[in-house]
């Protein structure tokens, strides 16, 4: 529900607010940033959905927090970056910024990132250097919080 409020509703009600029509843009560089929107909503949803896939099939949990991930998930997009879920929604948050050419949707992303980049630090780390231990600082080691790598990082026993 919480992806489906940032990523969808919140920005419905900014459209809405600041009267942001969908619209073509006015030439090649608004066309070009439209493109480029596109690429990153599509990049998102696939981190996304498959960061999600990830967490029911090998960490046999979800996103809520009532119902975490019981083992350690590094494979996928976690090989990549601690984070995809949160990667891929800021991704498709920053593609339909650039897909309606609207800065107040870009103030959006941005907001969104910055508490991501606060609340997972102070938050969500400690919990899971509790949960899984050795195994986490491992990890992190290796994978950044997240700004994805660009080479897949291959822990001890996948290689």
């Known amino acids: 529900m919480l992806p489906f409020t940032v990523a969808v ?3 419905l009600w900014i459209a809405r607010r600041y009267s942001v029509e969908p619209s073509l843009g006015s030439g ?3 066309w070009a940033l ?3 929107g596109l690429g990153l909503l599509a990049l998102g949803l696939v981190f996304f959905t498959a960061s999600l896939r990830r967490f029911a099939t090998e ?3 979800t996103l809520a927090p009532w119902d975490p991930p019981l083992e350690l998930v590094v494979r996928g997009p976690y090989r990549y970056v601690r984070n995809p879920m949160i990667s891929g929604v800021a991704l498709v948050l920053f593609g339909e910024s650039l897909v309606l050419l609207s800065v107040a ?3 959006w992303a941005a907001c969104f990132l910055a508490l991501n980049l606060i609340y997972i630090p102070l938050v969500e780390e400690p919990q899971l250097k509790r949960r899984f231990g050795a195994a986490y600082l491992e990890y992190c080691r290796h994978v950044p919080r997240v700004v994805p790598r660009l080479r897949a990082w291959l822990p001890g026993g996948l290689r």
């Open 34 to 36: 439209q493109v480029a």
């Open 9 to 11: 509703l919140v920005p």
């Open 59 to 61: 960490g046999h949990g």
């Open 105 to 107: 949707h870009a103030g």
């Open 28 to 30: 090649a560089p608004g």
